[in-house]
């Protein structure tokens, strides 16, 4: 079977997913969600802050804590083994769902990683939760090939996250997340507060890793032209809802919600009238990674 043939098939779905906030006035953050992830490919999720993107993430790998309640639905995962009901894992069995078939690369990668323990310390951590008979060479050489993978020279294993950039940091959490080879990688905001010459080294990363190693990917961002660079499909939240669905090209074209088309219209164009939405820039880099993919 092909990539290609592969990408047609589901490797997780959300049906009728609801997320409630059981404070003095219950808020529901997510309304019966229904979502369908296919394999080897990125799913952008975008909207505003607050519309429920990242409490929508947080449901998925089932890392809520009360009051947020997951009030009704269903999370699967299709694995080549099977499917699996997310939410009906056992503590046990949900630590080990984690990491080994998803997992997750947290906005803010300098309060993601542990201030005081070297990037070696961290990712052996990791291997060793999951895979504890690995030897101390296997754990060297698996360590060293992420952080090539990702772009950070392997003697940065030494060094402590505050001794990184920004870019290496989130680098290396991404680096953390693919460590264990999971299905499905979530990227909440992976590239807020990073420089645009960054942010453009960091999506090249990920693109190139996708193709590379077949994951899928949930990009959460609210900057929808960004997404528009690097998604197959996007998923558009207001409200806690997901009112638009549709391929990155199709969205651009011919947004159905009125609210997607504000979402558009929000980011000025560079030269032309006020308003107008360029596409020149998303065009060039779209070509830019199609250069690199081939």
Not at 189 to 203: G, H, M, N
């Amino acid at each position: 079977m092909t990539a290609a043939d592969r990408r047609t098939e589901p490797v997780l779905t959300l049906d009728d997913l609801t997320v409630v906030y059981e404070t003095e006035q219950p808020v529901t953050a997510v309304k019966h969600a229904n979502l369908t992830l296919h394999r080897g490919e990125i799913l952008g999720l975008a909207g505003e802050s607050g519309c429920g993107k990242t409490t929508l993430a947080y449901a998925i790998n089932r890392l809520h804590r009360p009051p947020a309640r997951i009030a009704s639905g269903r999370i699967t995962f299709h694995g080549d083994d099977g499917d699996i009901d997310i939410l009906a894992l056992e503590d046990r069995e949900l630590r080990a769902f984690r990491w080994e078939r998803l997992s997750m690369v947290f906005q803010g990668a300098m309060n993601a990683l542990n201030p005081v323990t070297t990037v070696r310390a961290q990712l052996k951590d990791t291997l060793l939760a999951h895979r504890p008979r690995m030897s101390r060479k296997e754990i060297r050489e698996r360590s060293e090939d992420v952080l090539k993978r990702v772009g950070v020279d392997p003697r940065r294993l030494g060094s402590y996250p505050h001794e990184l950039s920004g870019g290496m940091r989130q680098r290396v959490m991404i680096a953390m997340a693919m460590l264990l080879e999971p299905q499905i990688m979530i990227m909440d905001e992976p590239t807020t507060a990073l420089d645009v010459v960054v942010q453009r080294d960091i999506l090249r990363e990920i693109v190139r890793l996708r193709d590379e190693l077949d994951f899928a990917v949930v990009f959460i961002t609210h900057d929808l032209p960004l997404l528009l660079e690097i998604s197959d499909r996007i998923a558009v939240m207001l409200e806690g809802e997901i009112v638009e669905l549709e391929t990155a090209d199709r969205l651009y074209r011919d947004a159905q919600h009125p609210y997607t088309r504000k979402l558009l219209g929000s980011f000025p164009s560079l030269s032309g009238e006020r308003g107008a939405f360029i596409r020149t820039g998303i065009d060039e880099t779209t070509d830019i990674l199609a250069e690199e993919r081939a």
